[in-house]
């Protein structure tokens, strides 16, 4: 019973079938790797744009109730005036203590002046520092002037008091009161800069507020840049805004960067302003690479065993293929001469008289003896007798045709297995045979060898009920042969 399990896993282990399954296991393990690959990368890009959204969602209300401060304080301010239309800001105790009062809930970030018509700009808290440059030429002069509610203008340098940048939201006062036509906040971009760096994703992340034409008006990191540009350059956000007021795309044409970005984007409601968060792809993307990068290395692990597995399975089986033909080999060929061994002869025979039969076509045996093989390997040594066998084989072998059969019988006997011919033409081709083997000559030290040999033939016929009776008759003949006197051929 094992010998037969044996024998059918040994049937199934074939070149094809290692290959086979070492394909498909390879191509499952690498499928697998590459679908958990793009699955951990898509949820590893999902996890990092809610984080954006939720950052972005954060900033947006920080930013928000900035300028909601300042909107406050804006109509604080138009109430206290217009209650009393002949109360001068400049002078007024009380009005300066609502500034004061401002400036210290914002931590000084944000200062308050006020603008003239004609674009004079009026310190009210320090009245006594240098006047500051008129605000005429400036994008929120003409633009709050022009429209209702808060102007976001671009980042200013001057309008505070060491220089630096600010950015100014203006307001147009409904009725001019004592030469003010606009109350202007600025916001300490530094302030608000360094509010944004708490809050983003570091090293990679950015967060930036900008107006809804493109403008970029502060950012973390804060960029050194000129008046009212910016170097981080402008996000195409149009076609983004144009289809929702918020959401997360991937930016890849930044201009003036280099890198990819994940980046979540809302428009502030009643304000032309838009929040933005972002992060750099390859940051992002950098604990799903390492995660991939060692289940790779762990599938390379894998797979290299498997491979050297298979190959030296296939190696084995070359091995165990290559030793099966040679006994194979062993046990169908005479070793000496390359003939047919008596067996394979015998059950080649058997197979052909069958095939004979069932096909009605002639079927020749012709018997071959060396004219006393035995003096020549007691006379000359088993050496010779050797030589003597294999000339003969090869000279017998050059007068067959690929369908023939060539076998050693005996010490000295050969079998010719001559399938669809006849006796007569077997005869011619004994006859060939004799005439070669005629011609062959050894030489030795006791002389030169020269031999003959002997044969008989006969066919196939109806009675014959075994490859004993085709072999019996051809025998026959071959007695007959080597009792007329040798060296020549007979039929039975």
Same mark, same amino acid.
């Given at each position: 019973?094992?010998?037969?399990?044996?024998? $059918?896993?040994?049937?199934?282990?074939?070149?094809?079938?290692?290959?086979?399954?070492?394909?498909?296991?390879?191509?499952?393990? #690498?499928?697998?790797?590459?679908?958990?690959?793009?699955?951990?990368?898509?949820?590893?890009?999902?996890?990092?744009?809610?984080?954006?959204?939720?950052?972005? $969602?954060?900033?947006?209300?920080?930013?928000?109730?900035?300028?909601?401060?300042?909107?406050?304080?804006?109509?604080? *301010?138009?109430?206290?005036?217009?209650?009393?239309? %002949?109360?001068?800001?400049?002078?007024?105790?009380?009005?300066?203590?609502?500034?004061?009062?401002?400036?210290?809930?914002?931590?000084?970030?944000? %200062?308050?002046?006020?603008?003239?018509?004609?674009?004079?700009?009026?310190?009210?808290?320090?009245?006594?520092?240098?006047?500051?440059?008129?605000?005429?030429?400036?994008?929120?002069? %003409?633009?709050?002037?022009?429209?209702?509610?808060?102007?976001?203008?671009?980042?200013?340098?001057?309008?505070?008091?060491?220089?630096?940048?600010?950015?100014?939201?203006?307001?147009?006062?409904?009725?001019? +009161? !004592?030469?003010?036509?606009? #109350?202007?906040?600025?916001?300490?971009? !530094?302030?608000?800069?360094?509010?944004?760096?708490?809050?983003?994703?570091?090293?990679?992340?950015?967060? =930036?507020?900008?107006?809804?034409?493109?403008?970029?008006?502060?950012?973390?990191?804060?960029?050194?840049?000129?008046?009212?540009?910016?170097?981080?350059?402008?996000?195409?956000?149009?076609?983004?805004?144009?289809?929702?007021?918020?959401?997360?795309?991937?930016?890849?044409?930044?201009?003036?960067?280099? +890198?990819?970005?994940?980046?979540? &984007?809302?428009?502030?409601?009643?304000?032309?302003?838009?929040?933005? /968060?972002?992060?750099?792809?390859?940051? =992002?993307?950098?604990? #799903? @690479?390492?995660?991939?990068?060692?289940?790779?290395?762990?599938? @390379?692990?894998?797979?290299?065993?498997?491979? +050297? /597995?298979? &190959?030296?399975?296939?190696?084995?089986?070359?091995?165990?293929?290559?030793?099966?033909?040679?006994?194979? $080999?062993?046990?169908?060929?005479?070793?000496?001469?390359?003939?047919?061994?008596? !067996?394979?002869?015998?059950?080649?025979?058997?197979?052909?008289?069958?095939?004979?039969?069932?096909?009605?076509?002639?079927?020749?045996?012709?018997?071959?003896?060396?004219?006393?093989?035995?003096?020549?390997?007691?006379? &000359?040594?088993?050496?010779?007798?050797?030589?003597?066998?294999?000339?003969?084989?090869?000279?017998?072998?050059? *007068?067959?045709?690929?369908?023939?059969?060539?076998?050693?019988?005996?010490?000295?006997?050969?079998?010719?297995?001559?399938?669809?011919?006849?006796?007569?033409? %077997?005869?011619?081709?004994?006859?060939? +045979?004799?005439?070669? /083997?005629?011609?062959?000559?050894?030489?030795?030290?006791?002389?030169?060898?020269? @031999?003959?040999?002997?044969?008989?033939?006969?066919?196939?016929?109806?009675?014959?009920?075994?490859?004993?009776?085709?072999?019996?008759?051809?025998?026959?003949?071959?007695?007959?042969?080597?009792?007329?006197?040798?060296?020549?051929?007979? /039929?039975?």
């Amino acid at each position: 019973m094992a010998t037969g399990s044996g024998r $059918h896993i040994g049937e199934r282990a074939t070149p094809r079938t290692i290959i086979a399954l070492t394909l498909l296991f390879l191509g499952t393990l #690498w499928f697998l790797v590459i679908v958990s690959a793009l699955s951990a990368r898509q949820d590893s890009i999902d996890a990092t744009n809610d984080l954006l959204r939720r950052m972005n $969602h954060a900033v947006e209300e920080q930013t928000k109730r900035q300028f909601d401060l300042i909107a406050v304080f804006f109509a604080a *301010c138009e109430q206290i005036l217009g209650a009393d239309p %002949a109360r001068d800001p400049r002078d007024d105790a009380a009005f300066r203590g609502l500034i004061e009062s401002f400036r210290a809930r914002t931590a000084e970030a944000i %200062a308050i002046r006020l603008v003239t018509p004609d674009g004079e700009t009026l310190e009210i808290i320090d009245q006594g520092t240098r006047p500051m440059a008129n605000v005429a030429a400036n994008d929120f002069f %003409a633009g709050a002037l022009a429209q209702q509610g808060l102007f976001v203008g671009r980042p200013t340098p001057g309008l505070l008091p060491d220089g630096r940048h600010g950015l100014p939201i203006a307001l147009r006062l409904q009725q001019p +009161v !004592q030469g003010v036509a606009l #109350w202007l906040a600025v916001i300490d971009l !530094q302030t608000l800069s360094a509010a944004y760096e708490k809050q983003r994703q570091k090293p990679g992340g950015t967060i =930036a507020l900008l107006r809804d034409d493109g403008a970029v008006l502060a950012s973390a990191p804060q960029v050194e840049t000129s008046p009212g540009q910016s170097t981080i350059g402008t996000p195409p956000f149009g076609e983004h805004l144009a289809a929702g007021r918020q959401g997360v795309v991937l930016l890849e044409d930044v201009p003036g960067r280099s +890198v990819r970005e994940f980046a979540s &984007y809302s428009s502030m409601p009643d304000l032309p302003l838009v929040i933005m /968060v972002s992060e750099d792809q390859g940051t =992002a993307l950098a604990p #799903w @690479f390492r995660q991939t990068l060692w289940f790779t290395f762990l599938a @390379f692990g894998a797979t290299l065993p498997l491979v +050297v /597995v298979a &190959y030296r399975s296939l190696r084995l089986l070359r091995t165990l293929a290559s030793h099966k033909a040679q006994l194979q $080999h062993l046990s169908t060929t005479d070793h000496l001469t390359g003939a047919s061994s008596r !067996q394979h002869f015998v059950k080649a025979l058997a197979e052909a008289l069958l095939r004979s039969r069932r096909e009605q076509t002639a079927l020749t045996v012709v018997l071959f003896d060396i004219d006393f093989f035995q003096r020549i390997n007691d006379g &000359y040594g088993h050496a010779i007798g050797d030589q003597v066998l294999i000339r003969f084989a090869a000279a017998a072998k050059n *007068c067959l045709r690929d369908i023939d059969l060539l076998g050693r019988v005996g010490a000295g006997e050969f079998a010719t297995l001559l399938p669809n011919t006849s006796v007569s033409a %077997a005869i011619l081709v004994a006859e060939r +045979v004799r005439r070669e /083997v005629a011609g062959i000559s050894i030489p030795t030290e006791n002389g030169t060898v020269q @031999f003959t040999a002997s044969a008989g033939a006969t066919t196939a016929v109806a009675t014959d009920k075994s490859v004993d009776d085709l072999l019996k008759r051809a025998a026959e003949a071959l007695h007959e042969a080597t009792a007329g006197g040798h060296d020549r051929v007979m /039929v039975a």
